[in-house]
């Protein structure tokens, strides 16, 4: 069955550590997005992209970076841990847009000490 | 700015009765509502999605209504089960069919009880 997994599920790193949590989609869709969760807000977009090469920036997306190098994977980069980005962080992915369904991976928690 | 806003942010009920979640949202322009529910520890799962001519759609004991003129969504949940606890949370579609962004609501947090 397709699936979409992030790795790792839990992560301890230290400030101005840099991290990459994986995303990988075995559903082939072509759109694929990254959101953080915060108690008491809903999911804010960080970075998303259309296809392989292709890559835009959310309204959350200072301080993080993503590449799309095969439709198969988004990783998230942080590139100096804060204590800020301490969240949940949610892959998703899509078959088009509008009206198109999204399927979430099952969250990776971060935490910035 | 594009909002959405659900309430109550909690509710406790007992297992096998009735509750509605209500969505408002101030998003231009419209182009769906989705309810998507979330397990503790888990991502979101679509329920429903409705487009701006649809007023109602159901998914097993889940039921979503939607009123376009005055931005307003609500989710029932019939007969309610120890596995509906969770979090529901409203997403609103805007923009353009190429270009387009989800806007999430912050959930309602749902407790069954036996």
């Known amino acids: 069955d397709a699936e979409i997994t992030q790795s790792p599920r839990h992560k301890i790193t230290e400030t101005g550590r840099q991290v990459t949590l994986a995303c990988h989609q075995t559903?082939?869709?072509?759109?694929m997005f990254w959101y953080r969760q915060d108690l008491g807000h809903g999911l804010r977009l960080i970075h998303y992209?259309?296809?392989?090469?292709?890559?835009n920036k959310g309204e959350v997306s200072d301080g993080y970076s993503v590449s799309r190098s095969n439709t198969e994977d988004l990783p998230l980069t942080l590139e100096s841990a804060a204590s800020s980005q301490t969240s949940v962080y949610f892959c998703?992915?899509?078959?088009?847009?509008?009206?198109?369904?999204?399927?979430f991976g099952s969250g990776t928690r971060l935490t910035v000490v | 700015k594009n909002q959405v806003e659900q309430s109550p942010q909690s509710l406790i009920i007992l297992e096998g009765k009735n509750c509605t979640l209500q969505c408002n949202y101030t998003v231009s322009p419209f182009s769906n509502l989705r309810w998507y529910k979330q397990d503790t520890g888990r991502g979101p799962v679509s329920l429903t999605i409705?487009?701006?001519?649809?007023n109602t759609k159901s998914n097993g004991r889940y039921t979503a209504t939607l009123d376009a003129d005055t931005k307003q969504s609500s989710l029932h949940i019939t007969a309610s089960q120890l596995s509906d606890s969770a979090s529901y949370i409203c997403v609103v579609s805007a923009g353009l069919a190429d270009d387009y962004k989800l806007s999430f609501g912050a959930g309602t947090t749902v407790t069954v009880r036996a």
């Open positions: 998703a992915s899509s078959e088009g847009t509008s009206n198109y369904g999204y399927t």
């Open positions: 992209s259309y296809g392989v090469h292709d890559t």
């Open positions: 559903w082939n869709h072509n759109n």
């Open positions: 409705m487009t701006f001519s649809e």
